[in-house]
T-cell receptor
Framework: DQQVKQNSPSLSVQEGRISILNCDYT??????FLWYKKYPAEGPTFLIS?????DKNEDGRFTVFLNKSAKHLSLHIVPSQPGDSAVYFC????????????FGTGTRLQVTL | KAGVTQTPRYLIKTRGQQVTLSCSPI?????VSWYQQTPGQGLQFLFE???????NKGNFPGRFSGRQFSNSRSEMNVSTLELGDSALYLC??????????????FGPGTRLLVL
């Protein structure tokens, strides 16, 4: 039972354009959501997070949107840069257990010149 | 500040053997979690330790175990290795467990190959 889903295994975007990565979840108990970026042979790197009491959180080029009624979150990267090419994972946790993350399967982002 | 370190980085074992992986959290971090990453199952939570006590556990068999020491360093052990245990094992640390502010920071992982 995949409680966190990333339905797009890959995404290709031109440099300078917006990258939109999507994530859906089924467990309504999740109240904390994160995005991680991962390069091959490295551990995931934390990018941005959002609590369920918010619907948007912004940090530089990265913005995460949360739609609780649709159980959907998205990560926007504007403008996209070649160094953003990596695998992006969304993750979620229920209340009080932010250390127990359920991850999506990842979306490979390729930013082309 | 140094990041999460994991040793060894690579390991080859044979079926039936056991293995111990080590994780040193970021200085000052007291919570350590372990995850397994495989191509088929993705990233899956194994367990979390805080103050030398297991606080949460994922859906893995009892062959997977862990512990945490008083200096917050953690080890995980897998006994009676199976081919399916071949994976990247990731350790993550956070200041304390629980709550939305306790972001986890991951180490580079230990890649285990079981032959």
């Amino acid at each position: 039972d995949q409680q966190v889903k990333q339905n797009s295994p890959s995404l290709s975007v031109q440099e300078g354009r917006i990258s939109i990565l999507n994530c859906d979840y089924t467990n309504s108990m999740f109240d904390y959501f994160l995005w991680y970026k991962k390069y091959p042979a490295e551990g995931p790197t934390f990018l941005i997070s959002i609590s369920s009491i918010k619907d948007k959180n912004e940090d530089g080029r990265f913005t995460v949107f949360l739609n609780k009624s649709a159980k959907h979150l998205s990560l926007h990267i504007v403008p996209s840069q070649p160094g953003d090419s990596a695998v992006y994972f969304c993750a979620a946790s229920p209340p009080g257990t932010a250390s127990k993350l359920t991850f999506g399967t990842g979306t490979r982002l390729q930013v082309t010149l | 500040k140094a990041g999460v370190t994991q040793t060894p980085r690579y390991l080859i074992k044979t079926r039936g053997q056991q293995v111990t992986l080590s994780c040193s959290p970021i200085s000052g971090h007291r919570s350590v979690s372990w995850y397994q990453q495989t191509p088929g199952q993705g990233l899956q939570f194994l367990f979390e330790y805080f103050s030398e006590t297991q606080r949460n556990k994922g859906n893995f068999p009892g062959r997977f175990s862990g512990r945490q020491f008083s200096n917050s360093r953690s080890e995980m052990n897998v006994s009676t290795l199976e081919l399916g245990d071949s994976a990247l094992y990731l350790c993550a640390s956070s200041l304390v467990p629980g709550g939305p502010q306790e972001t986890q920071y991951f180490g580079p992982g230990t890649r285990l190959l079981v032959l």
